[in-house]
């Protein structure tokens, strides 16, 4: 099979990648989960006529400036009125306190002076003025919130505020994930001549937790055929198995090959994109399995594309947001396969690429925000050239991001 085209290795991974898993939570336990069913208002929003400010709420008809009317009882919030309002009289109200039956209007204590047990109106009040009546936001039973809504803090507290006490989740998929490569150390280890640190498993990892995914493990394995086949099956048992190293043509990628051992059915293997060409797609069961390249600017990008698109897919949210941006200045491409580059929105609808000495140049992306994609068979972009950039760091450029 020669090299598959980035947008057709990206339907055939949403093709592929299962669908979400349902399950029920209680609503408080729910951030960050997305939802599969619609969630309906349980109270009207306000739930009962309720002042929204402190003041004395009255009868508006027949008052004016000046009027001076008897204080017969105070309402604090959270208590409730023991009986109408008085023909002629005022009772004085708390921010978020019931209204009393009669009573159609709150003068702001602000627009009033009280002494004696009387209140005098500084200022005219108008029916309705004040008043947050019963269901003017929402009535129970009306949709607050639908499916594909990936809920925050925000939400949580909404839908307690409405009395919905369950919610209809995405089950957050497990993911184990294997860096391979015997020139591997465990972060926190000193390398020794010829090896290097684990950067990639903890990279992988930090992503998969901070996309919503649930960590089952992560490891860095040797290349030796039976450590790793070993390594292979028991990642099997997640809902992802993720790998780095191992996938391309060396002596020592066993990676494929031990795949097919396990029974993996390869779906596709080599992207033409740079980086990340080696990349390789399968599924066993429901378990997707997903290997990276080594290098680790690489493994990144294959993640953010790759791996994050299909765990879009097993959580019920739609495809990664691609957005298109301007260059700034011009750039000059090696053309041939699509180019991922690293990148920073600046004002006005432009995208900055940063420099970089290809995929093992890490460092290089330590500033980047954004992913810009370089369509395949052009060596020259102009400045203005419209591009699709994906954001991965999201620091407030851009509402909605």
């Given amino acids: 099979m020669g090299l598959l085209p980035v947008e057709q290795a990206l339907a055939m991974l949403w093709e592929h990648t299962p669908g979400p898993d349902r399950e029920g939570l209680s609503w408080h336990h729910a951030l960050g989960r997305v939802l599969l069913e619609p969630a309906l208002s349980l109270l009207d929003d306000p739930a009962f006529d309720r002042s929204s400010m402190d003041g004395y709420s009255l009868k508006a008809a027949g008052t004016h400036e000046g009027s001076r009317l008897p204080v017969t009882a105070t309402i604090l919030a959270g208590q409730c009125p023991s009986r109408p309002l008085e023909l002629g009289g005022a009772v004085k109200v708390m921010t978020g306190a019931p209204i009393p039956s009669g009573a159609d209007a709150v003068a702001p204590v602000e627009d009033c002076r009280e002494s004696g ?90 992503l998969w937790r901070g996309w919503g995914g649930r960590l089952a493990g992560e490891t860095c394995v040797p290349d030796g055929e039976e450590e790793l086949e070993a390594a292979i099956r028991r990642g099997l048992e997640s809902d992802y198995l993720v790998l780095s190293g191992g996938v391309s043509v060396g002596e020592r990628d066993l990676v494929p090959e031990l795949l097919g051992r396990a029974g993996v059915r390869r779906i596709f293997h080599k992207v033409a994109m740079k980086p990340g060409k080696p990349i390789y797609f399968g599924r066993r069961e429901d378990t997707v ?113």
Avoid: C
Wanted: net charge positive.
């Fill in 117 to 206: 047990g009387f209140v005098e109106l500084i200022r005219p009040v108008r029916p309705g003025e004040n008043i947050r009546y019963r269901g003017e936001n929402l009535r129970a039973g009306e949709t607050v919130f639908y499916p594909g809504r990936r809920l925050d803090a925000l939400d949580v507290a909404t839908g307690i505020a409405l009395g919905i006490e369950r919610a209809a989740v995405a089950r957050r998929p497990s993911a184990t994930i294997l860096a391979t490569g015997s020139e591997l150390v465990e972060p926190g280890t000193s390398p020794g001549p010829g090896l290097i640190p684990n950067s990639n498993g903890p990279m992988l990892a930090s």
């Fill in 289 to 401: 399995v997903l290997g990276l390249p080594g290098n680790p600017v690489s493994s990144f990008v294959g993640a953010l594309l790759f791996l994050q698109s299909s765990l879009h897919k097993r959580m019920g949210l739609p495809p990664l947001a691609w957005r298109t941006r301007h260059l700034a200045e011009r750039h000059e491409s090696g053309g041939g396969r699509t180019r991922f580059e690293p990148a920073v929105p600046v004002d006005g609808g432009g995208v900055n690429l940063l420099r970089h000495m290809g995929s093992a140049d890490l460092p290089a992306w330590r500033g980047a925000e954004a992913l810009v994609e370089l369509p395949a068979g052009r060596a020259v972009f102009e400045a203005g050239s419209p591009l699709r950039v994906l954001l991965f760091r999201h620091l407030g450029r851009e509402t909605g991001a």
